[in-house]
């Protein structure tokens, strides 16, 4: 089956970056949608962004429009978030997800990735 580990996180000062990556292992990479959640405490799980198999489409929260990035490289099964202009409002789990599909639209997922912190610092 899919399995997705993601990498990256951390801490970091409000207005600062940082990149996650999320491993994709399993078949057909390049079939999956793939896509990016979030949950902090004290809130529901959120979407944050998503991309479709060709990397030609992805949809983004508005929260996050204009401040994250999501991409993809079929040729290493790998799907980055590249977060810019961090705000302490960002601080949660990031959890990559994988679904198998046709669309850039990524929820509900199939797979589900096990989570990597990030705290932004105010």
């Known amino acids: 089956q899919v399995q997705l580990r993601e990498s990256g996180g951390g801490l970091v000062q409000a207005g600062g970056s940082l990149r996650l990556s999320c491993a994709f292992s399993g078949r057909s990479f390049s079939s999956y949608a793939m896509g990016w959640f979030r949950r902090a405490p004290g809130k529901e799980r959120e979407f944050v962004a998503s991309?479709?198999?060709?990397?030609?489409?992805?949809y983004y929260t508005d929260s996050v429009k204009g401040r994250f990035t999501i991409t993809r490289d079929n040729a290493e099964n790998t799907v980055y978030l590249q977060m810019n202009g961090l705000k302490p409002e960002d601080t949660a789990v990031y959890y990559c997800?994988?679904?198998?599909?046709?669309?850039?639209?990524?929820?509900?997922?199939?797979?589900w990735g096990q989570g990597t912190q990030v705290t932004v610092s105010s």
């Open positions: 997800a994988a679904r198998a599909q046709g669309t850039a639209v990524v929820d509900p997922p199939d797979s």
């Open positions: 991309i479709n198999w060709s990397g030609d489409t992805s």
